[in-house]
């Protein structure tokens, strides 16, 4: 066990070290009960409202899997959020929390189309 948790906060350090800027605001990156967790604030990925990732956020993203991609034996959640404006957009989604789980999922696309991540390695969650 104790193996696993040094691996694992070596990844971690490998992570904040791709990503630049340890003390950015914008990016947390942990590990709870064995999981690697990225949460990357929804206001540099997305514009409020939406689910379509922006250009600088994949720029960010694509750090983040050539970390990942080194590491084929570890599992990740990616965590969606929305801002506290309710949603009006589509009919296709009713709420915020619908959002969210959509912008998670949109950036597990990203790191499986573009930069070629396992998804049975990914998991995405949305909040409320």
């Known amino acids: 066990m104790a193996r696993k948790d040094s691996l694992n906060m070596a990844?971690?350090?490998n992570l904040k070290g791709a990503v630049g800027n340890l003390d950015d605001q914008d990016i947390n990156i942990k590990v709870d009960k064995?999981?690697?967790?990225?949460d990357i604030s929804d206001k540099?990925?997305?514009?409020?409202?939406s689910y379509i990732i922006s250009p600088n956020a994949k720029t960010v993203l694509g750090k983040?899997?050539?970390?990942?991609k080194?590491?084929?034996?570890i599992e990740f959640m990616v965590e969606?959020?929305?801002?506290?404006v309710p949603y009006k957009g589509?009919?296709?989604?009713?709420?915020?929390?619908?959002?969210s789980v959509k912008r998670a999922t949109a950036?597990?696309?990203?790191?499986?189309?573009?930069?070629?991540?396992?998804?049975?390695?990914?998991?995405?969650?949305?909040?409320q």
């Open 90 to 99: 589509n009919s296709a989604l009713v709420d915020n929390w619908d959002l």
């Open 107 to 127: 950036v597990v696309r990203v790191l499986q189309k573009e930069y070629g991540l396992d998804p049975a390695k990914i998991a995405a969650a949305g909040t």
């Open 70 to 73: 080194n590491q084929p034996d």
């Open 34 to 38: 064995g999981v690697v967790f990225i």
């Open 80 to 84: 969606g959020h929305t801002d506290n």
């Open 64 to 68: 983040v899997a050539a970390v990942l």
């Open 11 to 13: 990844l971690v350090m």
């Open 44 to 49: 540099l990925l997305f514009k409020s409202g």
